[in-house]
C-alpha cells in the first residue's frame, strides 16, 4: 500500500498517518519530521532548512526531493508506506512519479483532508508536542493523560515554533499557492479521494479506513 496524504498546514495529516502507519505496519514518512530533526542535530540539512521553516516558507524542492528518494530506498518502504507532506509542488509531485516509475512502484490512493481555515487556526494554535519523543498532542481535542506532560515518556510538552500566528498564516499561504493545485494533478489521474478532515480524529480515522479498504 503505497499512500500520499495531502492536506492543508494543521488539516491532520500526521495524526491519520500515524494511525495507518500502526494499522498497516508499513512507515509514516514526514517530511516535517525529517527536517525538523535535521534541524535539532544541526546537520547541513538542518541549517539549510531552519530559515525557510521559521519563516513558514517551503525549503526548495531540489533539498527535499533528494532525501525523499533516499528515504524510499529503505528495506522498510518495500511493503509500502504513507507519505505526509511530500509532495508539496507540483515538481515534487513529478519526481516521486519518476522515483518510484525506477523502482516500479506506484501510488495506490492519494487522500485529502479537507478542513476549514478556522478549524486549521484552531488546531495548530492548540498543538502541543512532546520535547523528548515529538509526540503530537491538541490542549482541548487530544490532551495528554497528565497537564502539559507526554503519556509515552513523561517528557514536558511545547509548542513548535512554526506554530506561532504569523508564522501559520505564511504556511496556509504557502499551501494555497503551491501545494492546493496537486488535488488536480492526483484528480486527472484518477487517485484522488476527498475526506471530510473536519470531524473528531476517531470520525476520520474510520473514513480513511473505509476509503482505503472499499477497493
Ligand atoms: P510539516 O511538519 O509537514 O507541517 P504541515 O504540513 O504544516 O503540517 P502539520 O504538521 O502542521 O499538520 P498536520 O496536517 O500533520 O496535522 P496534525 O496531525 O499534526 O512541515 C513543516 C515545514 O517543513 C513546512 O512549513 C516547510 O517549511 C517544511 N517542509 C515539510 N515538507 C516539505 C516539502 N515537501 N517541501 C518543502 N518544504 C517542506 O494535527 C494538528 C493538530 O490538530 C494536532 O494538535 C492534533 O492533535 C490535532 N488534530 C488532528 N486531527 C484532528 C481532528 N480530526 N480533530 C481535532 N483535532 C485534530
Redesign the pocket.
Known amino acids: 500500500m503505497r499512500i500520499v496524504i495531502l492536506?492543508?498546514?494543521?488539516?491532520?495529516?500526521?495524526?491519520?498517518a500515524r494511525f495507518l502507519e500502526e494499522r498497516y505496519k508499513i512507515p509514516h514518512i514526514?517530511?516535517?519530521?525529517i527536517?525538523?530533526e535535521a534541524v535539532t542535530q544541526g546537520t547541513e540539512l538542518g541549517r539549510e532548512?531552519k530559515s525557510?521553516?521559521a519563516n513558514?516558507?517551503?525549503?526548495p524542492?531540489s533539498v527535499?526531493i533528494d532525501i525523499i528518494a533516499e528515504r524510499l530506498k529503505g528495506v522498510d518502504c518495500k511493503r509500502g508506506f504513507i507519505l505526509?507532506?511530500?509532495?508539496?509542488?507540483v515538481t515534487?509531485a513529478d519526481a516521486l512519479q519518476n522515483i518510484l516509475a525506477k523502482m516500479d512502484f506506484k501510488i495506490n490512493m492519494v487522500l485529502n483532508?479537507k478542513v476549514s481555515e478556522k478549524t486549521l487556526i484552531r488546531?495548530?494554535s492548540?498543538?502541543?508536542v512532546c520535547k523528548g519523543c515529538s509526540a503530537?498532542?491538541?490542549v482541548e481535542?487530544?490532551p495528554p493523560q497528565i497537564f502539559e506532560t507526554c503519556d509515552y515518556c513523561n517528557e514536558g510538552l511545547t509548542q513548535r515554533d512554526?506554530?506561532k500566528e504569523e508564522v501559520v498564516r505564511q504556511?496556509l499561504k504557502?499551501y494555497l499557492t503551491k501545494t492546493s493545485s496537486l488535488c488536480v494533478y492526483y484528480k486527472n489521474q484518477g487517485l484522488l479521494e476527498e475526506i471530510d478532515?473536519?470531524?473528531?480524529?476517531l470520525k476520520?480515522s474510520k473514513e480513511v479506513l473505509s476509503t482505503l479498504e472499499r477497493e
Open positions: 492536506g492543508a498546514p494543521g488539516s491532520g495529516k500526521g495524526t491519520q514526514s517530511t516535517g519530521d527536517l525538523r532548512a525557510y521553516i513558514g516558507k517551503l525549503v524542492d527535499i505526509d507532506g511530500f509532495p508539496r509542488t515534487q483532508l488546531r495548530l492548540g498543538r502541543r503530537n498532542y491538541h481535542f487530544q512554526d506554530d504556511r504557502e478532515g473536519g470531524k473528531e480524529i476520520v
